[in-house]
């Protein structure tokens, strides 16, 4: 079955990028499946911050949409997250996530998350 | 703050019914898109409990049921277990933010 798992720095300066990769196993990112970026603060809810398609297109939170870029890399089955002029309100345990079918569509599965701290 | 309204915790005894309600709005539940849950326990990810309203994947006991009607969505939890203690997240997309919307969760304490 499908598995994700998240990479990349735990620890990025303030005002610096966050840069993170979630590779795909037991199956191909070129599908009808869209994926997904979200987020939960310490102690804090859970937030959506975009999806990518196979092709490349995208959808992003708005509220995150000026400092966020994703990309995908169909020849390693890998998809990433760029998030730009990050402070200590960016830090968070990033979750890389399948979005079956459709952008309306579950969260399923999840990769096991990658906390991330912004601090100099 | 989260675009889905969800009570921060309910607590129930052993063996008992519990049910999280999730509040939406014209441009996301109301609208007729689909609400689906999440359980988290303490340190992991999340995992999907109900998906399209109503439907358990394989593995969910059926102890787990969910509904939706009009702009709200509930999860009810029968013959409430220790292992059922974690967090509780409904999802949904708003078609207003073009995106996927959570609620704030729900802790659920069994007593």
């Known amino acids: 079955q499908v598995q994700l798992q998240e990479s990349g720095p735990g620890l990025v300066k303030p005002s610096g990028t966050l840069s993170l990769t979630c590779t795909v196993s037991g199956g191909s990112i070129i599908s009808s499946d869209w994926w997904g970026w979200i987020r939960q603060p310490p102690g804090k809810a859970l937030e959506w911050i975009g999806y990518?398609?196979?092709?490349?297109?995208?959808s992003y939170n708005p509220s995150l949409k000026s400092r966020v870029t994703m990309s995908v890399d169909t020849s390693k089955n890998q998809f990433s997250l760029n998030l730009s002029s990050v402070t200590a309100l960016d830090t968070a345990v990033y979750y890389c996530?399948?979005?079956?079918?459709?952008?309306?569509?579950?969260?399923?599965?999840w990769g096991q998350g990658t906390l991330v701290t912004v601090s100099s | 703050q989260s675009v889905l309204t969800q009570a921060p915790s309910v607590s129930g005894a052993p063996g008992q019914r519990v049910t999280i309600s999730c509040a939406g709005t014209s441009s996301n539940i109301g609208a007729g898109y689909a609400v689906h849950w999440y359980q988290q326990l303490p340190g992991t990810a999340p995992r999907l409990l109900i998906y399209a309203n109503s439907n358990r994947p394989s593995g969910v006991p059926d102890r787990f049921s969910g509904s939706k009607s009009g702009t709200s969505a509930s999860l009810a939890i029968t013959g409430l277990q220790a292992e059922d203690e974690a967090d509780y997240y409904c999802q949904s997309y708003d078609g207003s933010l073009s995106g996927s919307v959570f609620g704030g969760g729900t802790k659920l304490t069994v007593l």
């Open positions: 996530a399948r979005n079956p079918s459709g952008r309306a569509n579950w969260f399923d599965p």
């Open positions: 990518i398609y196979f092709s490349g297109s995208t």
